[in-house]
């Protein structure tokens, strides 16, 4: 009788750690989606960072490449040229792909020294429109320049 009642005692124990394994607790289940939904919080802005970082390189790649070309442009002209330029600094909006919209603003300071000239070319995003020509000039990284390239033009 005994025996009889051992048994029923062993397989109401086994039937009751079966039921308890068959899944998670609601608190398990809890800790695992908030664990899941940090990883993913820190995962994203992650990805959003490294979008803001790819956009200002490609701003500042793209300024360089402008400012790059002008320059180049500058080394062709003659010395009434350059003095013309030197007389007259330039300040303009450039659009970049032809879409109506203003994508820079380009400064371009030439000075004369003896027979060489001196080209100093800023490039800023179209944001610094707001501010002075002589502003952007005299303190261009306070207004975030995105290109400031000097060179040495003889003739």
Known sequence: MQAGII??????TES????????FSLIEVLVGMALVTIAVVGLSQLFLLSLANNQNSDRISSA???AQQHIDHMRTLTAEELNDVAANPVDEEVDVNNDGIYDYRRIIV???MGYSWRVRLLVFTIGA???SHDDLVNDPVAHRV????????SR
């Open 129 to 131: 429109r707001v501010y």
């Open 16 to 23: 009751a750690l079966q039921f308890q394994r068959k899944g």
């Open 146 to 153: 995105k290109t400031d390239i000097s060179t040495l033009i």
């Open 110 to 112: 030439v000075t004369k």
């Open 64 to 66: 360089t490449f402008l």
């Open 7 to 12: 048994r029923k005692m062993r397989r109401l």
